[in-house]
């Protein structure tokens, strides 16, 4: 009975943080890590059969008749969450059924999508020509926009003693 009362408290504490480890991204992925490739890896000759959880930030957004098609510039994920703090994995345009607004789907904006990479196609970025791969989404999840750590720019001014998060 004794060590129960000493085993609850201890359960309370460290319960959310051993279930946030095991948290997964916000999308159904598929669950073979080693069958994700980046998208500067993909080619016409060398198309990854496997769905791809690829992410990142857009770069622009065209509405097609059919479907709409959403210039991503990739970056690595961490918990399906794009890291643009790193070096990018390659742009990709990611094929949407229908329409996706682009008010919601603006430039800058972060997204991570899961699918099928059904080609690569010809374009360019400026005045280069780039092949970008086509990831034919299943599911797509948008990013909350970031807020600024500091509304007032930065700048705080205070008298005594406190914690800044």
Known sequence: MKRSRVLIPWLAIFLPFVLAACASGPLEAPADAAAQIEPRAVTAERLPVDEQVWGGVIARVDNRAEAT??????????????????STTGRFRLRVEGFADPVDYRSGRRVTAVGTVSGVEAGQIGQSDYSFPVLEARSVHLWPEREPSHPSGGVRFGIGIGIGL
């Open 69 to 86: 098609v959403i210039e991503v510039v990739g970056y690595p994920l961490s918990r399906q969450e794009p890291q643009t703090r790193q």
